[in-house]
């Protein structure tokens, strides 16, 4: 057994799940899991902070597993989004797989039915986003009385994105005799409260301060205008050929930018809450097997895509909330590997790059504009259409006789109008 190896085996993993690391080539634990698996197999609760990219879904899926065949009990994990709901079922299922560790994938945007096959198959560990699980509880296709273990990840984001009834409706349904693990990258007030009312003496792990990049990751700021970005960033993606992640702040603009880069030559695709379940998992399968060289994404996808291989990072909207800064250029510089990130900002948001140098403790180097851009490209004129006749309002008919002249009627209608009274309105 090679000496890197023997780093995992110190762990206190068991021998049939070390033969699968070995198999799957994992060969040395990161930091966060060399201090979060031996407090974990003990059964002890866990608050982990570590910034993402950093290994989290093997420091509490390889406990998880080793536990329940103990405790022969349930695990639950509760995650924010689809995407990476996914690729933590996807991740168990390789590990699990020689020991038959069966799971239920539980998201919004899949089959219900499908789902409650899944519950029917009785499985050892549910993965699911916080709404669909609320959906399975209220029509009573899942209970959560014989859970033993329960992990909520990427905890802060999920109080970001509006979850904290849905966390505290699962948690209030869990049994009182059970094990908490608690993954995030920050540590908000709120993250406090859930450990302080659901967790006994929970130990926490911190490998990295909240808010630290990764050392691989160099970071690059271009001061630009609105309707110079387009511009910058055809440049941008000429000089740098890898393959890139380039997020904006609404699913409306990351249509559009999508279609402008495709316009500009390049394979591209989106990812954002308006595409369905099936076009979402096309478009990051597309991105891993290099069908598409550009994803463009909103921050659904900041900590919902775990592809190793993205040499550069792009904001081109900065985030709305500053620590998603270190979420997105997380995406690069991976696994060891080096990354870039380019942020664009508009002159008025000097204050958001302050706050964001403030989260990170650095200061971000400015880079002059190219003085190459490429010409605008050619945007169509706004069709105008003949204007239409202008629909007429209520009682504004033309008038016209009551009584034709051939039955002896007048214009006025059998009935003299009173003084006073509108044509529109007469007796009998």
């Known amino acids: 057994m090679s000496n890197k190896q023997s780093e995992f085996t110190s762990l206190g993993i068991a021998p049939a799940l070390l033969e699968t690391l070995n198999k799957l080539k994992y060969t040395s634990p990161t930091p966060i899991q060399a201090q979060a698996i031996p407090i974990a197999v003990q059964g002890k609760d866990v608050v982990g902070i570590a910034q993402t990219g950093t290994g989290k879904t093997l420091a509490f899926g390889l406990p998880m597993i080793q536990r329940l065949s103990q405790i022969k009990g349930k695990g639950l994990i509760v995650l924010p989004t689809r995407e990476l709901a996914a690729q933590v079922d996807e991740t168990l299922k390789k590990?699990?797989?020689?020991?038959?560790?069966?799971?239920?994938?539980?998201?919004?945007?899949?089959?219900?039915?499908?789902?409650?096959?899944?519950?029917?198959?009785?499985?050892?560990?549910?993965?699911?986003?916080?709404?669909?699980?609320?959906?399975?509880?209220?029509?009573?296709?899942?209970?959560?009385?014989?859970?033993?273990?329960?992990?909520?990840?990427?905890?802060?984001?999920?109080?970001?994105?509006?979850?904290?009834?849905?966390?505290?409706?699962?948690?209030?349904?869990?049994?009182?005799?059970?094990?908490?693990?608690?993954?995030?990258?920050?540590?908000?007030?709120?993250?406090?409260?859930?450990?302080?009312?659901?967790?006994?003496?929970?130990?926490?792990?911190?490998?990295?301060?909240?808010?630290?990049?990764?050392?691989?990751?160099?970071?690059?700021?271009?001061?630009?205008?609105?309707?110079?970005?387009?511009?910058?960033?055809?440049?941008?993606?000429?000089?740098?050929?890898?393959?890139?992640?380039?997020?904006?702040?609404?699913?409306?603009?990351?249509?559009?930018?999508?279609?402008?880069?495709?316009?500009?030559?390049?394979?591209?695709?989106?990812?954002?809450?308006?595409?369905?379940?099936?076009?979402?998992?096309?478009?990051?399968?597309?991105?891993?097997?290099?069908?598409?060289?550009?994803?463009?994404?909103?921050d659904i996808a900041s900590r919902g895509i775990d592809v190793i291989g993205i040499g550069l990072v792009v904001n081109y909207d900065l985030p709305t909330n500053t620590e998603d800064y270190v979420h997105r250029i997380g995406r690069t510089a991976r696994a060891g590997a080096g990354g870039h990130a380019i942020s664009f900002a508009a002159p008025e948001q000097r204050g958001e790059l302050r706050d964001i140098e403030r989260l990170i403790r650095k200061s971000l180097p400015i880079s002059k504009l190219p003085a190459d851009l490429p010409p605008a490209r050619f945007q169509p004129k706004a069709q105008f259409y003949p204007e239409r006749p202008q629909r007429r309002g209520f009682g504004s008919r033309p008038s016209r006789p009551v009584f034709s002249p051939r039955h002896g009627g007048s214009r006025s209608g059998p009935f003299p109008r009173r003084p006073g009274q509108s044509s529109r309105f007469r007796r009998g």
Do not use: C, W
């Not at 880069?261 to 308006?274: F, K, V």
């Open 95 to 298: 590990i699990g797989h020689s020991i038959n560790v069966r799971t239920a994938l539980l998201i919004g945007g899949a089959s219900m039915f499908a789902q409650k096959q899944a519950i029917r198959r009785d499985p050892h560990i549910v993965i699911a986003t916080p709404g669909r699980l609320i959906d399975h509880l209220n029509q009573k296709t899942i209970g959560l009385s014989k859970v033993g273990i329960i992990v909520l990840d990427e905890a802060d984001r999920m109080l970001d994105m509006g979850f904290a009834p849905q966390i505290k409706k699962i948690m209030d349904a869990l049994p009182r005799e059970k094990q908490t693990m608690l993954f995030s990258a920050t540590m908000p007030p709120e993250i406090m409260k859930i450990a302080t009312a659901y967790m006994k003496l929970p130990i926490r792990v911190e490998v990295a301060p909240s808010g630290t990049t990764s050392e691989r990751v160099t970071q690059e700021i271009f001061v630009v205008r609105k309707d110079e970005k387009n511009r910058l960033l055809e440049k941008l993606l000429q000089q740098y050929q890898a393959t890139t992640l380039i997020f904006t702040r609404t699913k409306f603009g990351a249509k559009r930018l999508t279609r402008a880069i495709i316009d500009m030559g390049h394979t591209a695709a989106e990812i954002h809450s308006n595409r369905s379940l099936g076009q979402r998992k096309e478009a990051l399968e597309g991105f891993k097997a290099g069908k598409y060289r550009i994803l463009v994404a909103t």
